[in-house]
């Protein structure tokens, strides 16, 4: 498959030169619309069929489609167009090309993926090949934030597979964790500082109560490894309590980021949690606390053996002459909310560094050789 190699600079030029901060994350900041205008008139450009969704006003996903003859399996090519922030960055929007780098906010994460994708389609198109799956180029919103754009996508779009393509250094990903985020508040009794006997403590019922999350944690880190991602863990991210110096605590809050590997559920992580707060209620009648999750996203497996992962396997192993390594990665991507909708997905994306980081660069070559494995996975998984 010929990969039009000025079509992915220029492109990728063009998207990192745009900018297309998440305006959660940078109050005021621009979001997608200008990006998403680009990559529209790009995908229409190049022969595709060009959607615009938009969940929240200035927040686009574009969806490009390259129609096939019907009866074949669909594919959608997914990368997000926003990016986290540029605060201490020497040169956020240059796309400056050095050694074979190419620099800028959002080049590595993931506007250089993001490009192939692009690249593959007009591959594909271009070469005429008529498949009978449909070929998806979706460019999402808000990945770095809530993930509105696949969130919202997959509420309209059914497809059969997706390749998410985050960067991976052309390794095949194959999963990745989930998380929770739990706070555990504990009750006290206020009174003034010098009434020991009226007052509750909150604050040193939570020294008991992390204490014993603190065994927890090494208990879940001492666990047999899930070969690919680790082993689960947790932290106490963010602790308050109390009102004043003369006052005994009446309240004592803890919020805990616990991560998750594949196997495990929502109702296994919080159960350890709320056991804590059984015991210490059970052996202390003046511990009261309450647990409550407040945001859930689920960990990610896909198996080797899934037609997207066989069909991801052979385009690498065609275009770099060996077998890409399966791999997994600690960070939560929008390959668990497509994989939960019913789309067997994986994740393969560029090579590169500096995500979220003052100096990010993409490999260029690694670009035009993802586009040119995009269009053979998708040449296997649609015919
Ligand atoms: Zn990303």
């Known amino acids: 498959m010929q990969i039009d190699r000025d079509y992915v600079r220029e492109t990728l030029v063009r998207l990192v030169q745009i900018n297309s901060v998440n305006p959660t994350l940078v109050p005021g900041a621009p979001g997608e619309r200008e990006i998403a205008g680009f990559i529209a008139a790009s995908l229409t450009g190049i022969g595709l069929k060009t959607e615009i969704f938009e ?7 574009v969806l490009g489609r390259l129609e096939g003859s ?11 167009c926003d990016t986290v922030d540029v605060a201490g960055m020497a040169e956020p929007f240059s796309g400056a090309i050095r050694d074979g780098k190419l620099y800028g906010r959002g080049a590595f994460d993931m506007k250089g993926s993001l490009a192939a994708c692009m690249a593959a ?41 997706a390749i998410v393509t985050e960067p991976t250094a052309l390794n095949v990903c194959l999963a990745h964790k989930g998380y929770l985020w739990i706070e555990v508040e504990i009750a006290g009794r206020a009174a003034h500082g010098s009434k020991f006997d009226l007052g509750i403590d909150a604050n040193m019922k939570m020294g008991a109560f992390l204490h014993e999350l603190a065994t927890l944690e090494r208990e879940l880190r001492a666990r047999p490894p899930h070969p690919l991602v680790g082993p689960p863990s947790l932290h106490a991210a963010m602790l308050s309590g109390g009102s004043g110096l003369s ?6 809050t803890v919020k805990i980021e616990r991560r998750t590997i594949p196997g495990e559920t929502e109702v296994q992580a919080v159960g350890q949690i709320q056991g804590i707060v059984d015991r210490l209620a059970e052996s202390d009648r003046d511990f009261h606390a309450t647990v409550r999750t407040f945001f859930v996203r689920d960990p990610f497996e896909v198996a080797p053996s899934a037609a997207i992962v066989k069909a991801v396997d052979s385009a690498a192993k065609k275009v770099l002459r060996r077998s890409p390594t399966h791999m997994g990665d600690t960070p939560w991507m929008d390959s668990a909310l497509l994989q939960a909708a019913g789309v067997e997905t994986v994740v393969f994306g560029a090579t590169g560094a500096g995500a979220h980081a003052d100096v990010e660069w993409v490999d260029l070559e690694s670009v035009v050789k993802l586009a040119e494995i995009l269009a053979e996975a998708a040449v296997d998984y649609c015919s």
């Open 247 to 252: 006052t005994y605590a009446a309240q004592s």
């Open 55 to 61: 969940p929240e006003p200035g927040r686009l996903s």
């Open 121 to 161: 389609a007009k591959a594909l198109a271009d070469s005429k090949t008529r498949l009978r799956g449909d070929v998806l180029v979706a460019a999402v919103a808000d990945e770095e934030y809530g993930s509105l754009g696949t969130s919202d996508l997959i509420e309209h779009v059914k497809v059969d597979g």
């Open 70 to 80: 019907a009866g074949g399996r669909s594919l959608m090519l997914n990368a997000h």
